[in-house]
């Protein structure tokens, strides 16, 4: 079995992902801060805490994956509240997505929730996303594809309109109790898969214009074409293009990226 990672700070300070690679266990993990822009602990945010905090409840590999991720959300709620968090304000909150997976010896144990992706490609070059699901920052790209300013207020009340919808509308580990049933598990069989993509939102390739749901042809055509180092040098290449985000919407120039491909 081959493993390769990758673990890189976007634009921001400091970087908020991280990954577990730990025998035959493997995640990604995307923090996401308080829209408060508080710092911990000196100078750590609440999405780093939160993306370190969960990657270290799963790096124990001790416990069938759901039971760790309500672990890794109940440790999140601890955390927030040792540093006194105000938990009734929703947007005070840290949270992370999670895409984890297990590897038996003839089976995958898989866990996902948030905006981190699984993908199994098979040896006749098909792939299966795991998960498939509907973009939760649609909305918020579409608006920054007109108005082009991560600074207008109303892109900031559109954040905060879709930060205060998680585990309504979409999942994340951020110490709710909802946040388990946004939780998605399962099993699958490893015969004729030839590799297994875990990647947070940072690897992404940037589309001029926001797709509902994402399309990742492109991706995995790309990804077999490059490996998983020039497929991240390759998105970076094209965001540095693009420096002042005109023309392809996110949230910054460039986003972390935590990933993992595994070749059983």
């Known amino acids: 079995m081959k493993i390769e990672?990758?673990?890189?700070?976007?634009s921001g300070r400091l970087n908020e992902d991280a990954v577990v690679l730990e025998k035959n266990l493997y995640g990604?993990?995307?923090g996401a801060s308080s829209l408060d822009n508080d710092l911990f602990d000196?100078?750590?945010?609440?999405?780093?805490?939160?993306?370190?905090?969960a990657s270290h409840i799963f790096s124990k590999n001790h416990f069938p994956l759901l039971q760790l991720?309500?672990?890794a959300n109940q440790a999140i709620l601890s955390k927030m509240m040792a540093q006194q968090v105000d938990l009734n304000r929703r947007h005070s909150l840290w949270s992370t997505s999670a895409a984890v997976v297990r590897l038996h010896k003839n089976t995958l144990e898989w866990l996902q929730t948030g905006d981190s992706y699984i993908i199994v490609i098979y040896t006749?070059?098909?792939?299966?996303?795991?998960?498939?699901?509907?973009?939760?920052d649609y909305e918020t790209l579409m608006m920054l594809k007109k108005i082009k300013s991560c600074q207008a207020l109303e892109f900031k009340l559109q954040v905060k309109k879709i930060r205060a919808n998680?585990?309504?509308?979409?999942?994340?580990?951020?110490?709710e109790p909802d946040a388990l049933d946004f939780v998605n598990s399962g099993s699958l069989p490893l015969n004729h898969v030839k590799t297994i993509l875990l990647f947070t939102d940072g690897l992404q390739l940037p589309s001029s214009t926001p797709e509902k749901k994402r399309c990742f042809d492109r991706f995995v055509t790309l990804y077999q074409k490059l490996g998983l180092t020039g497929l991240k040098n390759h998105i970076r290449k094209v965001e540095s293009l693009d420096p002042e985000i005109q023309h392809y919407p996110r949230f910054k120039c460039h986003d972390d990226i935590a990933a993992i491909a595994i070749h059983p």
């Open 124 to 136: 006749d070059d098909s792939y299966k996303v795991l998960l498939e699901q509907e973009d939760h």
């Open 28 to 30: 990604v993990f995307d």
């Open 42 to 53: 000196g100078d750590k945010t609440g999405g780093l805490i939160a993306s370190s905090t």
């Open 5 to 10: 990672h990758i673990l890189e700070k976007g």
């Open 166 to 175: 998680m585990n309504k509308t979409y999942g994340v580990l951020n110490g």
């Open 69 to 71: 991720g309500c672990q």
